[in-house]
């Protein structure tokens, strides 16, 4: 028959939608993430509860990785996005948001081109010319490297931290916080390994008490009866069990006649542990840390020996303390000679709000800081700690590659301008794929001041002029509702963010675009049990 479309050949219970039906399905599920983030954006943007099914612990943020890792998702190009979010935080630390704004910004300009018969692979060219170019105005016009001059660059460092911690919770105390990130950054001597930086967080106080403190605290305790203040401390660092001076009632099975033979049981293991002790106190060591639990007998040892313990350290925080002290973590004590002990200048018992902590002072990298958040609630500060490493990882990046870039829009329109200008001398339906990403572009100081209350065309409109008449470092002024200089706002970005932004949000644009069909598998059979599964057709 003429109207057979020909045999099935998916198996039954798949599905498969192709042609404008796929596209449109995955351009929705982007446009749904872009509208979900893009309130949170900007100075003024917009903070989310996040609130699991079920109960569990209530987030509020304003971080787009925080929120779209949260939150289930079924569409597949709405599942690209929420990847490039991802790749974002992991490789820059911050701008999260923009990257997927802008490619769903993208999408909605590739959509109104689709829909006027454009195919889609010449969008995609042309949105790669556009790409290049507006990278290549960003490194060549729009960055600004203040490097060689070590006050400017600081300053540009503060300025990068203000513009980063200006759309978070502790906006209002932006320069405060601003400064201990960059002191933090500061110590890693150029290194980007911020796990080097501890956060802790205590409920109490308002975020102004926040503060930096030179070396590095650990959230434990000295043993009873231990000195609480060692200087010159030799530390060694361990992941070993200290508690086999007991019989596991759980993990043995012992047969005995009498009571004596088990004393000798418990004996002959507190003779074990009498050794080992004896092992570790040959070390010459002040101080002993263990990140596994230290028991009562044990701890009596060292407390004989003069020697500080503190057990039950956390992974992370052991893993950390152990590069701060250049301390490596051992777990056999046989050969002291060839074990690395840690050093620092002080070790003593401080008190931060009503908790007793260890602080290690004058440690042997010099690296080592610790930022001690305060606030009013635990909500308060986990979103603060947020705000703080996003900041932290976009100045130690800043830190290594230098570059900066104005914000507030500027560097958007400063690249649309120039996609604008090689649409204008191109020819074909590529042209038209360069005015939409430019348009794209545009989009984001939009949506900005849209975030605002402000009219957002008409300021966008007023940048644009702004910029085709050549200045170049006009964005928008959020105070003011108003057109400004962002060289003399002090509104400073890290180049690498922007140009991370631009290419990740191209590249996800394209990868949905090319989308003609999305086939959904057949979902697996279960077997009924005590059946084989060859006899379940027969039923």
């Known amino acids: 028959m003429f109207g057979d479309v020909g045999p099935n050949v998916m198996e039954e219970g798949s599905q498969r939608e192709t042609g404008e039906n796929s596209r449109m399905a995955s351009f929705m599920g982007a446009f749904a993430i872009c509208d979900l983030v893009k309130t949170t954006l900007g100075p003024k943007g917009m903070d989310k509860i996040l609130q699991p099914m079920g109960g569990g612990q209530v987030k509020i943020t304003n971080d787009g990785a925080t929120i779209l890792k949260s939150i289930m998702i079924d569409n597949p190009a709405a599942k690209v996005l929420v990847e490039i979010s991802k790749v974002q935080d992991d490789e820059v630390g911050d701008g999260t948001t923009s ?12 959509e109104k081109l689709i829909s006027m018969k454009i195919h889609p692979q010449t969008i995609i060219y042309g949105f790669r010319k556009a790409t290049d170019v507006a990278a290549k105005c960003l490194q060549d016009v729009g960055t600004v490297d203040n490097s060689a001059d ?12 203000r513009t980063t911690l200006s759309s978070k919770v502790v906006l209002h105390d932006k320069d405060h916080f ?4 960059v002191d933090a950054v500061m110590r890693l001597k150029g290194s ?3 796990e080097m930086i501890q956060i802790i967080k205590k409920e109490g106080g308002t975020m102004i008490d926040s503060y930096l403190e030179e070396g590095f605290i650990l959230e434990k305790s000295f043993g009873v009866g231990q000195p609480k203040r060692v200087e010159n401390a030799r530390i060694l660092v361990a992941n070993t069990p200290m508690d086999t001076d007991k019989i596991k009632i759980y993990g043995a099975k012992v047969k005995v006649d009498s009571m004596e033979k088990t004393a000798q049981i418990e004996e002959a293991e507190k003779d074990k542990m009498r050794a080992k002790c004896q092992k570790i106190i040959d070390h010459k060591i002040d101080v002993f840390i263990n990140r596994q639990l230290i028991y009562n007998f044990p701890e009596q040892i060292f407390s004989e020996a003069g020697i500080s313990s503190i057990e039950h350290a956390d992974f992370d925080g052991i893993e950390a303390l152990g590069a701060v002290l250049g301390a490596e973590i051992v777990s056999t004590f046989d050969q002291p000679e060839l074990v690395t002990l840690g050093h620092c200048d002080l070790v003593e018992e401080i008190l931060i709000g009503e908790d007793k902590m260890i602080k290690f002072s004058g440690t042997k990298s010099g690296t080592a800081a610790t930022i001690v958040l305060r606030g009013a609630g635990r909500h308060v500060l986990e979103e603060t700690e947020r705000s703080l490493h996003d900041a932290l990882c976009v100045i130690s990046q800043c830190v290594k590659n230098r570059g900066t870039v104005f914000g507030g829009g500027c560097s958007e329109v400063l690249m649309a301008t120039v996609v604008d200008k090689l649409a204008m001398e191109t020819a074909g339906k590529e042209a038209l794929a360069m005015r939409s990403f430019a ?11 849209d975030n605002a209350g402000y009219d957002s065309i008409e300021l966008v409109e007023a940048l644009k002029a702004a910029h085709i008449k050549g200045d170049i470092r006009a964005g ?42 999305i086939i959904k598998c057949a979902p697996r059979q279960r077997q009924q049990q005590g059946m084989p599964a060859g006899m379940q057709g027969m039923m």
């Open 439 to 449: 348009e794209a572009l545009r989009q984001m100081p939009g949506i900005i001041a």
């Open 178 to 181: 601003a400064g201990l990130c």
């Open 99 to 110: 990257v997927c704004v802008l490619a769903g910004e993208l999408l909605k300009e590739a």
């Open 192 to 194: 980007t390994n911020i």
């Open 476 to 517: 928008l002024d959020m105070e003011k509702a108003c057109v400004g200089n962002m060289q003399e706002l002090g509104i400073v970005e890290s180049q690498q963010l922007k140009m991370q932004v631009l290419r990740s949000a191209a590249e996800a644009a394209e990868q949905i675009l090319r989308v003609d069909d």
């Open 150 to 161: 070590e006050a400017a660059f600081r300053e540009d460092l503060m300025n990068i931290a």
